[in-house]
């Protein structure tokens, strides 16, 4: 079984960085592809990036590229998303997930994904 934490969200001010980290619990070994996503009441989950097993290949969504980098650190764990230039069309509850089934390919689709954290929020505001 696959658990998923998010943590580190916040309010800031735009232009303010943040960063998300993703704490992941599995069996030792579960290989996955990780991504991140954002949702605002009454709109669809929306892609933010998403990341290989081993993290070189990494895509994102226009609307974050050259602000926003995602990461991972396999040997803890752990997945991030760096947030920097931050505005207020930023403010959303962000997600970390998970794939586990096969095939392993990166997917910018919520179905692409097994495991969903529970979110957290970030505001951008004055």
């Known amino acids: 079984q696959v658990q998923l934490r998010e943590s580190g969200g916040g309010l800031v001010q735009p232009g303010e960085s943040l960063r998300l980290s993703c704490t992941v619990s599995a069996r030792a070994n579960t290989r996955m592809i990780m991504a991140w996503f954002r949702q605002v009441p009454g709109r669809e989950r929306e892609f933010v990036a998403t990341?290989?097993?081993?993290?070189?290949?990494?895509e994102y969504s226009g609307s974050v590229k050259g602000r926003f980098t995602a990461s991972r650190d396999n040997a803890k764990n752990m997945a991030y998303l760096q947030m920097n230039q931050l505005r207020p069309d930023d403010t959303a509850a962000y997600y970390c997930?998970?794939?586990?089934?096969?095939?392993?390919?990166?997917?910018?689709?919520?179905?692409?994904?097994?495991?969903w954290g529970q979110g957290t929020q970030v505001t951008v505001s004055l």
């Open positions: 997930a998970a794939r586990t089934r096969i095939p392993l390919v990166v997917g910018q689709s919520t179905g692409a994904y097994d495991h």
């Open positions: 990341m290989s097993e081993s993290g070189a290949l990494i």
